[in-house]
């Protein structure tokens, strides 16, 4: 292996734009000649990821990909790791050896290379201590104490550390424009060290700065600390005080947002700040005109989602949602939400069926991607039902249709309809479970699941709601099967036992009658058609990214999770014959005499 002196190396340093690992890492880069050359390992050693407030995994691969990853701390052999040896004793860089003797400690456990590396940590942040550019400089304070401790709770290089930590809280006295002081006080605040009153004061300090900037998470998150400060302190009545500065924080960002710019920005807040406000027994007096407040903001909203899009105009939707949800109870809110219509398999087929020739693409074949562009079937060409590929073209096409009826009902309805009942009430996991105690859908022992799973979705938490809730929808259906009289398992020959898959509870002929066809419909179509999004599948092997899990088909999934919930109820049913009654009252009226 051709390896680069430490003049070579020296050189290399002087040309980074930062006296920074992944700096140096990018000038090593630049000078390899071959994969395996010495600039090569450099590069892979300071292109490491940083978790430095890892104890004991500080460094982790920059990529993984199945079983592969890229270079971590193991993969040095005992050669190249006596040629870091001799490098850190060479070369005069804080960064460069700090790094090498950490990679002596990791590979080596050299307990002499690890207080090199201790103090190593503290000049290689002081050299890029930056009250604006804040975390490399605590990155590396963060290493120094960590690896202190290790070395021994009681020692006096780990008393040097703090001290020298809290030298540069007193430095800055706590005025300072980002989260410098907050990071450093949590180091010594968890080793126990510095006075009390000193923190409090530079916290104060912090909490007004942030205040005047107008920066209220920071402003919360060094209230925060102090509520910490006082919480060990025993001073209960000082404590209270602070977390009630935190939630009138929320209140304050609220109007903030409000005055800038309009209810539509200013809604989460107030969201936050009525969940803050409940919380504090002092401040529970003014959540009424917070929740007022919070109507106003979600109106706004609302009014926002009058124009769907360039060529839908839904606002007489708009209008009957309002006017279906707007001041009701939150019993009935909850019940007319889960009372939308749903999509009838014949009328869809037939639609599909009535404009077939409209559609010049369904004369070839089309193939149907997943959320990220892999290609999972292909839908065969067919016009005529006399063409070989004529059915299973009609059922792409009506999971096509599905999936835009799904998208607009999501964000037409559902979205409508959730923002007004959160603007007005608040639905947790608590009133959810008192509500559904006695559903059919729920198997015995997982109400708190299943409550939990549901609230994240009034929280718009849809991908909290997706992980939580996706696998049990099995789990009820199959309730719902043995309730029916069957039996959702088949017995091997050998005597295995395997519970019916989703496919064959959706299929079974007395589940079809119970939950109806059209149900049935939506539910295959969503979680297992072979030409739909397969959520369930897709979910459950991690085939779904990110902003999906927060879409219209992860909305849509909870919401038909919460209709699956709440009818079979005593609560909704009694709630059913009520709206029945009305409804006939409201038509005999309307009869001529």
């Known amino acids: 292996m051709s390896l680069p002196t430490p003049t070579d190396i020296m050189d290399a340093l002087n040309k980074a734009k930062e006296p920074e690992a992944h700096s140096y890492a990018s000038v090593f880069s630049s000078r390899k000649t071959a994969p395996d050359d010495g600039w090569a390992l450099l590069d892979a050693i300071f292109g490491l990821h940083e978790r430095l407030d890892n104890a004991d995994e500080p460094f982790g691969p920059m990529f993984t990909m199945g079983s592969r990853r890229s270079f971590l701390p193991q993969d040095l052999s005992d050669e190249q790791l006596d040629w870091l040896s001799e490098l850190e004793q060479e070369v005069q860089d804080p960064e460069f050896c700090a790094r090498l003797a950490d990679m002596l400690w990791l590979c080596k456990k050299d307990g002499k290379a690890a207080r090199r590396a ?40 780990r008393d040097q550390v703090l001290s020298f930590l809290l030298d540069r809280l007193r430095v800055h006295r706590g005025d300072d424009p980002r989260w410098f002081s907050l990071r450093i006080m949590l180091l010594l605040y968890e080793a126990r060290h510095g006075a009390h009153d000193e923190l409090l004061v530079f916290a104060q300090t912090a909490v007004a700065r942030a205040e005047r900037e107008g920066d209220f998470r920071r402003q919360r998150d060094y209230l925060n600390f102090i509520v910490k400060l006082h919480h060990r302190e025993k001073d209960t009545d000082a404590e209270e005080e602070a977390r009630v500065d935190v939630a009138q924080s929320f209140k304050a960002e609220a109007e903030a947002v409000e005055t800038e710019g309009t209810g539509i920005n200013s809604h989460h807040f107030w969201e936050e700040a009525v969940k803050a406000y409940r919380e504090r027994a002092s401040l529970k007096d003014q959540v009424p005109t917070l929740q007022k407040r919070l109507a106003a903001a979600g109106r706004a909203v609302i009014e926002s989602m009058k124009e769907h899009s360039h060529s839908t105009d839904i606002s007489e939707l708009v209008k009957h949602l309002q006017a279906q949800f707007t001041e009701q109870s939150a019993d009935v809110a909850l019940c007319r939400f889960v009372m939308f219509g749903l999509n009838q398999p014949d009328t869809m087929k037939e639609e599909v069926e009535k404009s077939r020739h409209e559609f010049i693409a369904s004369m070839f074949h089309t193939r149907i991607f997943d959320y990220e562009g892999r290609t999972v079937a292909v839908a065969p060409g067919g016009l005529s039902p006399d063409d070989p590929g004529y059915e299973e073209r009609v059922k792409a096409d009506v999971q096509r249709n599905m999936g835009l009826q799904r998208g607009f009902a999501a964000q037409a309805q559902i979205a409508v309809a959730l923002r007004i009942i959160t603007s007005e ?83 079974e002929a007395d589940m079809v009658a119970t939950l109806g066809p059209a149900l049935i419909f939506e539910l295959r179509s969503l979680l297992i058609e072979q030409f739909g999004p397969k959520f369930r599948h897709n979910v459950s092997h991690g085939l779904v990214p990110p902003a999906a899990l927060q879409g219209t088909d992860a909305m849509y999934a909870w919401w038909l999770f919460l209709r699956l919930c709440v009818v079979p109820t005593n609560h909704f049913q009694k709630f059913a014959v009520q709206h029945i009654n009305d409804a006939s009252q409201e038509e005999a009226k309307e009869e001529p005499l």
């Open 118 to 157: 201790v103090r190593y940590y503290l000049d290689a942040g002081l050299a890029v201590e930056n009250l604006d550019h804040w975390p490399t400089s605590v990155d590396r304070y963060t290493r120094s104490y960590r690896l202190a401790t290790q070395l021994g709770r009681k020692s006096e290089l």
């Open 425 to 507: 009430h608040i639905i947790d996991a608590a009133f959810l479970g008192e509500k559904l105690a006695d559903s059919k859908f729920i198997p015995e022992g997982r109400l708190e699941h299943y409550a939990q799973g549901l609230s994240y979705g009034f929280e718009w938490k849809f991908d909290h709601s997706t992980l939580f809730l996706i696998p049990q929808f099995e789990a009820g259906l199959r309730n719902i099967a043995t309730q029916l009289g069957l039996i959702p398992r088949n017995v091997q020959p050998s005597g295995v036992e395997e519970a019916w898959t989703l496919d064959r509870l959706l299929s």
